[in-house]
């Protein structure tokens, strides 16, 4: 899941920096600026996510102990 959700963030960056510099006539730097925040937030968010809930394999230890 973790490489799926980094590599969806990578494309979803891809696709903002590329879509600011064509079409809101923004700087390539800027354009390359907006690529890394949403590719890491957007990548990286999920995985943070999982890590601070737990993950799947957490909440079925808790259900087995609690049997």
């Known amino acids: 899941?973790?490489?799926?959700?980094?590599l969806a963030g990578?494309?979803?960056?891809a696709l903002c920096g590329l879509f600011?510099?064509?079409?809101l006539d923004a700087s390539a730097l800027n354009a390359?600026?907006?690529y890394f925040t949403a590719s890491l937030v957007s990548g990286v968010l999920p995985i943070v996510?999982?890590?601070l809930r737990g993950g799947v394999a957490?909440?079925?230890k808790a259900v087995?102990?609690?049997s």
């Open 1 to 6: 899941m973790a490489i799926i959700s980094l």
């Open 10 to 13: 990578s494309i979803f960056g």
């Open 20 to 23: 600011s510099w064509l079409f």
């Open 32 to 34: 390359f600026g907006l």
């Open 49 to 51: 996510f999982v890590a």
């Open 58 to 60: 957490g909440a079925q």
């Open 64 to 66: 087995a102990l609690r």
